[in-house]
T-cell receptor, first 110, second 114 residues
Framework: QKEVEQNSGPLSVPEGAIASLNCTYS??????FFWYRQYSGKSPELIMS????GDKEDGRFTAQLNKASQYVSLLIRDSQPSDSATYLC??????????FGKGTKLSVKP | GAVVSQHPSWVICKSGTSVKIECRSL??????MFWYRQFPKQSLMLMAT?????????EQGVEKDKFLINHASLTLSTLTVTSAHPEDSSFYIC??????????FGQGTRLTVV
């Protein structure tokens, strides 16, 4: 069964620190990977996508992909209390669906 | 990014009645949409894949006769919860995939069955 694994947390970091979120996936055929942010009671919001090995930066966010290790990560620099949310990692399945991890809850303390 | 609109945002219904939830892709055509359910403090659970012009594909354990999905056009999929019961109370979310495989979600519908 194709799976995406994430540490459920909670991950607690002080304001201004770097938050590091990690994810592993089982399907070696996956070619696309995504990070979503979900605030409590809201639907997920796409924040990053990555398709090739290496780093991809967008503002305070950096996604990292290592296909050999089947590992995806998300770094959030200068973390803010407004970043407190659950972060979902997803890989693109061969059926056109996305396979989601269970999410990591991030708490940024002022 | 693309916009997916879901309606209603919340609904309260009596046990035994049916509720219809709409999911629209506003600025693109979506041949495939996905329906999820999320219970409090739990992860997203894929219920079914909605295919335009054909029958939906349901995940194991999801009753197709209870959760009716219709995808009659390239921009609209509907989920009808039939004969709703309190245990069906949940947060229902639709999504559609856009360019480069990116999935965008509707706002979600919070269903409460009393």
């Amino acid at each position: 069964q194709k799976e995406v694994e994430q540490n459920s947390g909670p991950l607690s970091v002080p304001e201004g620190a770097i938050a590091s979120l990690n994810c592993t996936y089982s399907d070696r055929g996956s070619q696309s990977f995504f990070w979503y942010r979900q605030y409590s009671g809201k639907s997920p919001e796409l924040i990053m996508s990555i398709y090739s090995n290496g780093d991809k930066e967008d503002g305070r966010f950096t996604a990292q992909l290592n296909k050999a290790s089947q590992y995806v990560s998300l770094l959030i620099r200068d973390s803010q209390p407004s970043d407190s949310a659950t972060y979902l990692c997803a890989s693109g399945g061969s059926q056109g669906n996305l396979i989601f991890g269970k999410g990591t809850k991030l708490s940024v303390k002022p | 990014g693309a916009v997916v609109s879901q309606h209603p945002s919340w609904v309260i219904c009596k046990s035994g009645t049916s509720v219809k939830i709409e999911c629209r892709s506003l600025d693109f055509q979506a041949t495939t949409m996905f329906w999820y359910r999320q219970f409090p403090k739990q992860s997203l659970m894929l219920m079914a894949t909605s295919n335009e012009g054909s029958k939906a594909t349901y995940e194991q354990g999801v009753e197709k006769d209870k959760f009716l999905i219709n995808h009659a056009s390239l921009t609209l999929s509907t989920l009808t919860v039939t004969s709703a019961h309190p245990e069906d109370s949940s947060f229902y979310i639709c999504s559609a995939r856009w360019a480069e495989g990116k999935a965008f979600f509707g706002q979600g519908t919070r269903l409460t069955v009393v």
